[in-house]
Structure formats: structure tokens, C-alpha cells
């Protein structure tokens, strides 16, 4: 889909709403943001343990995939950010098949009797890509997936037996996905029309992409949505956009949580032709 937003109104958190509302039936829950602990606490005693700080996805195509503590750290509650994870709050118990993948979350659980947030990081396996603006007259013509919330883990399916676009979906919205490497060609999305006979400032086109990767963690098909966003020059693009995305792609490579005010999903890729 096809959508044109005002450039002097854009922010992305504007972005992320309209998109949202978009697509998001009216039966459907709202999303209940929970702030962000002022003071977290780190390495508590009792905090929640779920065995390892990656969780793969199982494989094929079975009952939602519930992960646990493997630890008791007795009565209180869970929470968890940024959002994207299915999380019980009161057992802790995630539900892996009906979360966010490729990202890093942490879960806060404020123990029965006190008021700290004690914090505990988790990865689930996946991709996603780095929200970017790329200027294809500088020969950035290339988006790069990568992997496990790692930005610097690109080369999960070197080895092969990768599969990206397993439906055929980003190519019929004219996004063009390698389906063995997932790295989009964003010169070849602009030339074919992704964005339409003529591309203009503001345009957006968003699809999903269903891949599988053989990473040794898991094989099971796994989904994400992308956005994909048109100016002519980067000069054109919102300050606050821009400093938006420096400041995830600064939060990805630091290894800290991408968002904590709300969803990270989907990743947003701006193509522009000149600086």
C-alpha cells in the first residue's frame, strides 16, 4: 500500500501511528504503553532467569511456543519493553510464537512487597534491519539484514539454506529481496515503481517478508513487516525523523533496547537519490 504523508508534520512517532491505524482492526485490543522504569534495577538476586538470553524459535509449525522462568522469583509482577512481547504478568511465562523476532527485550519484574523494577535482557531469534536513510547517488543502494538483534552478526546464511520472500510477497509490492541473502535492492525497488509512476516526497510502501534462516537456532518461518519510505534528497527529511533513527541505530549498535516508548516494528528504510 501506497501512502503519502506531509513532510512538515512528519515525526516518526506520528509515522508509526498512522501506519498502525492503518491496518489494525477495530477488535483488536489497544496497546497499553507502560513508562519505562526512571531507576531500573540490574542483577537482582531474585530476578527471573529463562535459561539463556536468546530464545530460538521452535521449529515447524506446532502450538504457540511458551517460555518460562526457570527460576522461582516468587510473587510479582511482570512487564516488559519495548513493545512487541507477549509476556504473562503475573507467571512471567512469554509466549515466543506471538512476539516480536530479532529483537532485544528487557523484562522488568517488581518482586511482591518492594517498588524496584529489577531487569533481565532477552533476545528472540530473528532479523530485522537497521532503520537507515540511504542516498543511492553515494552507491548506498543496499539494505542489509541482520540478525538476533546483533547489528554486527550479517552473515547468518552464508552458509546457505536461507530462504527470504517465501511467499513472493515483497515482490509483488515491487520490493525487491534477495531470497537467499534477505538484502534488499533499493535501486531496483525505486526503478520498478514500488512507490508508484512517480515518486514523491513523503511516499511510503510497507510488506512483509516471510523467511526462514538455518542459523542453528531455529528454522521455523518467521515474519516481518517493513517500511519503506521516498524523498528526493536527503535535505528534505525531517530533523526530528532523522534524529529518530540515529538515535535507534545508536541504541542497536550500544546493545540496548531499540524504543522504550512504544513499538520499534516495523524497521523504516528511507531511500532518497542525492544528499
Not at 525531517?238 to 541504541?251: H, V, Y
Request: hydrophobic share 35%; glycine share 8%; net charge negative.
Amino acid at each position: 500500500m501506497k501512502k503519502r504523508i506531509l513532510t512538515a508534520l512528519i515525526t516518526f512517532s506520528v509515522l508509526s501511528v498512522l501506519l498502525i491505524a492503518c491496518h489494525k482492526s477495530t477488535d483488536e485490543p489497544e496497546v497499553q504503553l507502560v513508562p519505562y522504569p526512571l531507576n531500573p534495577v540490574m542483577n537482582c538476586p531474585y530476578a527471573p532467569d529463562y535459561g539463556d538470553t536468546l530464545i530460538c524459535t521452535p521449529n515447524g509449525n506446532g502450538p504457540d511456543y511458551i517460555v518460562s522462568p526457570v527460576n522461582n522469583p516468587g510473587a510479582g509482577s511482570y512487564l516488559s519493553w519495548p513493545v512487541g512481547m507477549t509476556i504473562d504478568p503475573v507467571t512471567g511465562a512469554i509466549n515466543v510464537s506471538q512476539s516480536e523476532s530479532g529483537m532485544r527485550y528487557m523484562i522488568g519484574f517488581v518482586k511482591q512487597g518492594t517498588t524496584d523494577t529489577c531487569l533481565t535482557p532477552l533476545i528472540i531469534s530473528g532479523m530485522s534491519y537497521m532503520d537507515s536513510v540511504f542516498v543511492l547517488s553515494n552507491g548506498q543502494t543496499t539494505s542489509v539484514p541482520y540478525f538476533n538483534a546483533d547489528e554486527t552478526v550479517v552473515s547468518a546464511c552464508i552458509s546457505g539454506n536461507c530462504e527470504f520472500d517465501m511467499n513472493g510477497q515483497a515482490a509483488r509490492d515491487k520490493i525487491f529481496v534477495n531470497t537467499t541473502t534477505g538484502i534488499i535492492d533499493l535501486q531496483k525497488t525505486l526503478d520498478q515503481g514500488a512507490f508508484g509512476p512517480t515518486a514523491e516526497n513523503g511516499d511510503v510502501v510497507e510488506t512483509t517478508i516471510r523467511y526462514r534462516i538455518n542459523d542453528g537456532c531455529t528454522n521455523k518461518v518467521q515474519k516481518l513487516t517493513v517500511q519503506l519510505m521516498y524523498f528526493d534528497s536527503k535535505s528534505q527529511i525531517d530533523i526530528a525523523l532523522i534524529n529518530t533513527i540515529l538515535s535507534r541505530q545508536s541504541n542497536i549498535r550500544n546493545r540496548t533496547i531499540i524504543n522504550t516508548g512504544g513499538s520499534p516494528r516495523p524497521p523504516l528504510i528511507i531511500i532518497t537519490r542525492y544528499n
